[in-house]
């Protein structure tokens, strides 16, 4: 499995889990945007970064996230390059 695929897998638990949403609804749906659609708000971004970082041991800057990554496929590609650096 590449790097995209390991973000992917691992952002759409984190995102079901965090956003209370079933997993196989997220993952076919990449371009649900987390202030519309799954109404997210700063706290929830917190466990999600978090376990970004643990899972790939990156640094994701909190503000960034939430400025850059409208959807779950903006927050896959910053991920995904984040892991590449």
Known sequence: MDTRQRVTEALNICVAEVFQKDKEY????????????LHANSMQYMPLI??????????????????????IEDAINLVTKLCAE
């Open 26 to 37: 997220i993952a076919e749906h990449p371009e649900l945007d987390f202030s519309i659609d």
């Open 50 to 71: 978090a376990r970004l970082e643990d899972e790939f041991d990156i640094v994701v800057d909190g503000y960034a996230f939430q400025k850059k990554c409208r959807t």
